[in-house]
């Protein structure tokens, strides 16, 4: 985490389900993730990467940089479809930005206090604040295209509808959430683990939760602990891949609640992307200032 915070760190993240339509290749039963991904290619020189995800209206990637430590030097970058360049920066002047999801022509990110819209068609920006929020993480949106936002502090969940922002849940069975990902109509969550002291560096591991949107009830997916997570998506077998920013580590998880790790990291990973029909699996690391590309 960064600014107020010692570490430069947490992210969140998270490309939305209904940009990769990740739901339709959920599984009741796949098998736990086997084979270790094997590095293709690096960025450097994208300091503070947190989030990264694909827009394939437009064929190119968009990734949110927290950069260094001072409020207002955070920005949305545009990396070329290969994933290989940054090709130009879009917005400017946010202060932590961290989980990414594009809905039709509008960008949602996590920024600190403020959930940031930006308008890909004109540039123009929108901050929609919630009240009481602390540290804003990912970002996910539903069937009806409603974005909601992490608050990793507060173990809250905002909702953004026709332009306006409110408190969507508040938990402490959350266990200060991070990571969501929408798979058909229940919320998942990459919770970081509980803490109240506003010291996420000495909390306890998370788990993997589900969250019915209806009734709001809240499901151990792993009910033990094994992390402190951060980013959440769905691999081509129907299986959560979930990254660890502060065990430095990538899991896959079977919706059964297996746990398999998968990768070691340095610490710092965030807000992952799987791209199912490459078969690649994006990582930012922001400590590092680089975005690796992995594939099976």
Known sequence: MKKNF????????LATSLLFGFSNSYAKNPAPHTGAPIL?????????????????????YFASLQAGDKVGDGSIVVISADGTTVEKTIATGLDDPKGITIVKDQLYVGDLTKLV?????????????????????????DSQGRVYVSDM????????????????MQSPELENPNGLLFVKNDLYVAAWGAFQDGKPINAPHGRLLKVNPKTKSITQVTPETFGNLDGLQ???????LVS?????AVFSVTPKGVVTKILDLPRGAGDILYQPKQKSLLIPMARDGQLHRYTW
């Open 244 to 248: 660890d920013w502060k065990q430095s």
């Open 153 to 168: 502090f507060t173990s809250a969940i905002y909702r953004l509808e026709n332009g306006k922002v409110s408190s969507w």
């Open 234 to 240: 769905l691999d081509d077998k129907g299986n959560f």
């Open 40 to 60: 293709q290619n690096t960025i450097s020189n994208v300091a503070g990467i947190e989030s990264v995800v694909f827009d394939a209206k437009r064929n190119r």
């Open 6 to 13: 010692t570490f430069k760190l947490l992210n969140a993240t």
């Open 117 to 141: 819209q930006i308008d890909l068609n004109t540039g123009a920006i929108t901050k929609h604040s919630p009240e009481n929020a602390q540290f804003l993480n990912d970002t996910v949106a």
